[in-house]
């Protein structure tokens, strides 16, 4: 009877940083990383269907990467690109993007560090290395 109350009081420590660590309310920069890459994730998806209006390809690129300062002025042009008010999707996107931007620039403005500044980094995305077998 006594190892089985030792293993019960050995279990109640982790299993209660386990329950902790879920309900952890998500941080500024967890939750602007993920609203980053589910709007540039929403970009791709829209770029490459086949039932979207045609003025989508006109649309400035979107690939975001929150650590780079320059994707403020990509959000501020892309929600502010004139074309594309009839789709849907795109309206969509645009409120994350706005939504996204304010965040950065209002709630998590002192969280953040810009690890570079360079623009031409979020207009062509980095690829993930091929593999070689």
């Known amino acids: ?16 940083a386990a329950l902790l660590a879920r309900a952890a309310p998500p941080t500024c920069y967890s939750r602007v990383l993920s609203l980053s890459k589910e709007i540039t994730e929403s970009f791709k998806e829209l770029q490459t269907s086949k039932t979207v209006d045609s003025c989508v390809e006109m649309l400035p690129r979107l690939y ?19 074309g594309c008010d009839r789709v849907v999707e795109v309206n969509e996107l645009k409120e994350k993007a706005r939504s996204l931007y304010t965040i950065l620039i209002s709630y998590c403005r002192r969280d953040l560090v810009f690890l570079t500044d360079d623009c031409n980094a979020l207009e062509i995305p980095i690829s993930p290395p091929i593999e070689r077998s």
């Open 1 to 16: 009877k006594l190892p089985t109350m030792k293993m019960l009081l050995l279990l109640i420590p982790v299993l209660s």
């Open 64 to 82: 975001l990467d929150i650590h780079n300062y320059c994707v403020l002025a990509k959000l501020r042009d892309f929600v502010a690109y004139p």
